[in-house]
């Protein structure tokens, strides 16, 4: 049984936003981004509540701003979703899930060294350029069932 349901749309959704995010730093962080969209996704807590779908994630505003830079200013995002990427949208929905980014509900590029902790939430681990960030312990529990 897949981790959240989805639709071949989202598969492709999913893969574009994997590739804008990621696509430097090959296929495994590419699946790391992957897992914090699907982690959003089963959330519901914190900043993330009734999120029912990839497209809700994907497209989710917070402060003004899209919580994926991507979706504003990276044209990658906007380019269609090649077949290595879909595959992976597709492992991290069935079943794919991994440190750091395993309960990660955040990520980003610091151009330096990873802050122990994001919007007072700790640190869970570093690939290449991406810090990744989970729940504090008792904060979001959906995230570390689903």
Known sequence: MARVAYRDA????MAR???AEAEGEGQQGMLYVG???VNRRIANCLDFRNLRT?????FQVQGGNFSFEAVQKGNVFYQRA????KRL???NLEFWRQHPAKFALWYFNPGGQCPPTWYGQPFSGQFKNHCYY???PGTCEPVYGG
């Open 89 to 91: 949208a597709r492992k």
């Open 35 to 37: 897992n914090v969209i």
């Open 82 to 85: 090649r077949n290595v990427e």
């Open 17 to 19: 936003m994997m590739r």
């Open 10 to 13: 989202d598969v492709a959704l």
């Open 54 to 58: 990839i497209n809700q994630v994907i």
């Open 134 to 136: 989970e729940p504090r």
